[in-house]
């Protein structure tokens, strides 16, 4: 069974750069990492999702080393509007696992001003 | 585009009781994905519906249990409800598999928040 493990909470200042580190192992060999931003009343919404180096869109950059074994959230110049939880997802690992996803516990981010 | 629409936003049931909770995916997606939320467990995966299917299960009991329709409408339900069953159920539609397959971009829906009483 995967599990995966990140930082209960993390505090930034606006316009700083934040990392969120999810580390996951025996996640399914073929699938993507997501990441989601969530907030309170509100499902998850889609970040980033990649599967190996380095993955950059309009809002962060997603890092996965090699092993898979990690990835790391970037989100450059945080304002306030970015407070909320962030989860990583994953896959899975093993045959008789594929399909089943597995969420990371929860980022909570605070941004202060 | 409509998003994804889940029925009812809150209820609240009574220990064995069972509920019927609705999503309505985003047009054109054909997978339906639930997942449980409490702020002990966090978020976890239930089930996921393709084409009227059940693909994938998580590791929930068999008091869960849920469908599709061919309009990929769908529906889960859960049966002789228990105290810990109150948390906040949340369904995601995608174009195929849920997120962390393919192009798995998952769409989530607001949720509904149950209460067993």
């Known amino acids: 069974l995967a599990k995966t493990t990140q930082p209960i909470s993390m505090d930034s200042y606006e316009g700083q750069e934040v990392n969120i580190t999810c580390s996951h192992n025996?996640?399914?060999?073929?699938?993507?990492i997501t990441w989601y931003q969530q907030f309170p009343s509100q499902g998850p919404r889609f970040i980033i999702q990649?599967?190996?180096t380095k993955v950059t869109n309009e809002v962060a950059s997603l890092f996965i080393p090699a092993d898979r074994k990690s990835s790391t959230l970037s989100l450059p110049r945080v304002s306030l509007s970015d407070t909320a939880v962030y989860y990583c997802?994953?896959?899975?690992?093993?045959?008789?696992?594929?399909?089943?996803?597995?969420f990371g516990q929860g980022t909570t981010l605070q941004v202060k001003p | 585009k409509a998003g994804v629409t889940q029925t009812p936003r809150y209820l609240i049931k009574t220990r064995g009781q069972q509920v019927t909770l609705s999503c309505s995916p985003i047009?054109?997606?054909?997978?339906v994905s639930w997942y449980q939320q409490t702020p002990g467990q966090g978020l976890q995966f239930l089930f996921e519906?393709?084409?009227?299917?059940?693909?994938n299960k998580g590791n929930f009991p068999g008091r869960f249990s849920g469908r599709q329709f061919s309009n990929s409408r769908s529906e889960m339900n859960v049966s002789t409800l228990e105290l810990g069953d109150s948390a906040l159920y949340l369904c995601?539609?995608?174009?195929?598999?849920?997120?962390?397959?393919?192009?798995?971009?998952?769409?989530f829906g607001e949720g509904s928040r149950l209460t067993v009483l």
């Open positions: 995601a539609s995608s174009l195929d598999g849920p997120g962390g397959t393919n192009t798995g971009e998952l769409f």
């Open positions: 025996n996640i399914a060999t073929n699938d993507y």
């Open positions: 990649g599967y190996k």
């Open positions: 997802l994953v896959g899975d690992g093993g045959s008789s696992n594929t399909g089943k996803l597995i």
């Open positions: 047009s054109g997606h054909r997978s």
């Open positions: 519906y393709f084409s009227e299917t059940q693909r």
